[in-house]
């Protein structure tokens, strides 16, 4: 009985964080569309851990289709090389927020684009419902360099969703990653 009771307590109290992310007010897929760079990651999970070290900013291109899905390519460096993959971002009822199937982590996630003005930046949870383990804020931006104050909104986002300071990152940029002419 005690379990149940704690179970139902803690799925309350996690629906209620998850009803707390707000999508950006009359969010904008077309204005949102283009190039991004992930500046800046806060992630906790402990299989992250040994690779933070190694992180570095990522590109992705936003692309838009007719049904109001998005195709999301993103290329990132690992040890094998600079990688591309391809992310199909499925709307949802609200504007602004995503569900994707993570083949890494078998889950559906849900992407909640928090913050944008478009053309400078972006402030973006990804998680999967009542698992924190795989919650990320990540701070994108329209170029591989942001202004002092963006950064700092970000960890203060990332601090109030219980990030620690440890598991905030601002990575170096990657070496010829995608390859020139992407």
């Known amino acids: 009985m005690k379990i149940a009771l704690v179970t139902i307590f803690l799925l309350m109290l996690l629906t209620d964080i998850h009803a707390k992310v707000q999508p950006q007010k009359d969010f ?3 204005k949102f569309a283009g190039k991004w760079y992930r500046v800046g990651l806060a992630y906790d999970s402990p299989g992250f851990v040994p690779y933070r070290n190694r992180l570095t900013i990522s590109m992705g291109i936003v ?6 899905d998005v195709n999301m390519t993103m290329w990132s460096l690992r040890s094998s090389g600079c990688q591309r993959k391809v992310y199909v971002y499925e709307k949802t009822s609200v504007p602004g927020v995503f569900n994707y199937y993570s083949t890494r982590h078998r889950r559906v996630k849900d992407v909640t684009v928090v913050e944008t003005n478009y053309t400078e930046y972006a402030l973006v949870l990804k998680h999967k419902k009542i698992n924190k383990e795989f919650t990320q804020v990540s701070l994108y931006g329209r170029t591989k360099k942001l202004r002092a104050d963006l950064m700092e909104k970000f960890r203060a986002y990332a601090t109030a969703r219980g990030f620690s300071k440890e598991s905030i990152l601002t ?5 010829n990653c995608p390859p020139s002419g992407n």
């Open 28 to 30: 904008d897929l077309q």
């Open 63 to 68: 692309e838009p289709k007719e049904n109001g």
């Open 171 to 175: 990575p170096p940029a990657a070496e």
